[in-house]
């Protein structure tokens, strides 16, 4: 039953194309672009070229440990949402038990 | 003002009656966790997040005040110093040391810590208990202990605590409200 | 035939990201379908959708240097489409979503199936929360599995089961006519490989 539900889903999503002239409606807002060009290699003097690489290398170990550090940061955010989220599942079990021994008072409304 | 708060607060408030006059006692709301590295292996899902202050707060410079989820994961751990959850689910019934979580258990026997809900569901065979720190009439810590035979949750939070933040959590995030309206015509 | 059409997957990107505009172009014709139809199961407007989608492929051309191969652009799209729809709901604060118009309720017949019931499930999936929506729409529009979900989202893998269990229990009710119940439907997911 269950199967067949998700394959009826399946059908009801399935993917649609845009209307025609999609492709050229895109290439005409991407000719407003500036050219992407081939890199140039430019040759630079060896003494030059020996700076730049320490100083690359310098800059290198500081962009990673910024990339670690986010990548930390990232994760930290992750775990406490999760954390999070148990918690208030655990706490949803508690909530439901509690309102069906002591269901919400009737408005006066009811049967 | 849910049935489950209003249980709840008349409970705690009859407790802290009791207690006021206790001085502080348990240490700090953190409880010791066994180590259940090994049964990582054995489990089908497994998670073990342990959030100390300093985690704590990187975690939060990473919150995305523009998202509703984290404005309101953010609001929820205002006041919270640490989080430490243990959760393994597994393919058989009591496939972990039944010993372990009763453990975590008694240790909520302490000073200080006051039983806030308990419940057993015998068609589902699923515990649930949730203790609060109190100290100074003050809720310092919380801790839920979940089992069922074929899983268990073990959450510890450290720290000042809004339980009514924490529930209403499940309309931002994680678990939505699903609350599908009818079309308008 | 063109000559984009001779290229391989992975050797359309290099072309692409080489400058070559042929290729972008044979691009967007691979992928335009993926995109808009996740846009569009997520805004439920056709030219909301068309307006993201394109979005999508002006960002594409502005970030070419860093798709690094074809299962990897995939993969770069469909994150960018469903975050940017999310975005996009998010920012317009629309929590009542308008009804979809007979021209936005997109349903592609498929055998005898009953188009007026997969008319009404695209309608409810597109009232689901923007988190669950875009779940829903990554798994049974793209086929994703939960761990490339949690990936594309940003989202906790237990997260990504919850909704989907939930949306699945919702969407089913209301499809039935019944009241939400808590049947324990388990949706179709392959487990994380360990």
Request: charged share 30%.
């Amino acid at each position: 039953m269950s199967k067949d539900f998700e394959q009826q889903l399946r059908d009801a999503l399935r993917p649609v194309d845009p209307e025609e002239g999609f492709e050229q409606r895109v290439m005409a807002r991407i000719s407003s672009e500036p050219a992407r060009t081939r890199a140039k290699v430019i040759r630079w003097a060896v003494p030059l070229a020996i700076a730049a690489s320490m100083a690359f290398v310098a800059i290198l170990g500081t962009y990673q440990w910024q990339e670690r550090r986010e990548q930390q940061g990232r994760e930290a955010r992750r775990q406490l949402l999760e954390a999070l989220r148990l918690t208030g599942e655990k706490l949803d079990v508690a909530y439901q038990a509690v309102n069906r021994e002591s269901p919400p008072p009737d408005d006066g409304n009811g049967a | 003002m849910t049935a489950f708060f209003e249980h709840s607060i008349a409970v705690l408030g009859g407790m802290l009656c009791l207690c006021a006059s206790a001085s502080a006692l348990a240490a700090d709301g953190q409880l010791k966790l066994p180590n259940f590295e090994g049964l990582a292996d054995k489990a089908s899902e497994s998670v073990s997040i342990t959030l100390d202050p300093a985690l704590l707060g990187l975690a939060t410079r990473f919150l995305d005040p523009a998202k509703p989820e984290d404005a309101a994961a953010k609001e929820a751990i205002r006041g919270i110093k640490g989080i430490y959850v243990r959760s393994y689910k597994f393919d058989e019934d009591f496939a972990y040391p039944k010993s372990d979580v009763e453990l975590v258990r008694k240790q909520l026997g302490a000073p200080g810590w006051q039983q806030l809900v308990q419940v057993r569901s015998r068609k589902e065979q699923q515990k649930v208990d949730i203790y609060i720190l109190v100290e100074q009439e003050r809720a310092n810590g919380l801790a839920i202990i979940a089992s069922q035979p074929r899983e268990f949750t073990i959450v510890n939070i450290v720290g000042s605590v809004d339980m009514r933040k924490l529930h209403e959590l499940e309309g931002q995030f994680g678990i939505p409200k699903l609350e599908l309206e009818e079309k308008k015509p | 035939m063109k000559a984009s059409e001779a290229w391989s997957p992975d050797e359309l990107l290099t072309r692409a990201t080489a400058g070559e505009a042929a290729a972008f172009a044979a691009l967007v014709r691979r992928y335009q379908r993926t995109v808009y139809s996740i846009a569009l199961r997520m805004l439920s407007d056709r030219h909301r959708a068309e307006d993201l989608a394109q979005e999508v492929f002006l960002q594409l051309y502005r970030s070419l240097d860093v798709i690094d191969s074809d299962a990897h652009l995939a993969l770069w799209l469909r994150k960018v489409a469903v975050n940017r729809a999310i975005d996009r709901i998010r920012q317009e604060a629309r929590h009542d979503n308008e009804p979809l118009t007979e021209a936005d309720t997109v349903v592609d017949e498929v055998g005898d199936a009953d188009p007026l019931l997969q008319r009404r499930m695209a309608e409810l999936v597109a009232q689901l929360p923007p988190a669950a929506r875009a779940v829903v729409v990554l798994r049974y529009q793209e086929d994703l599995d939960p761990v490339d979900i949690a990936s594309t989202l940003d989202m906790p893998i237990n997260t990504v089961k919850s909704h989907l269990k939930r949306s699945l229990t919702a969407l089913r009710a209301r499809v039935l006519g019944a009241a939400i119940v808590d049947d324990d439907i388990q949706p179709s997911v392959s487990e994380p490989s360990r």
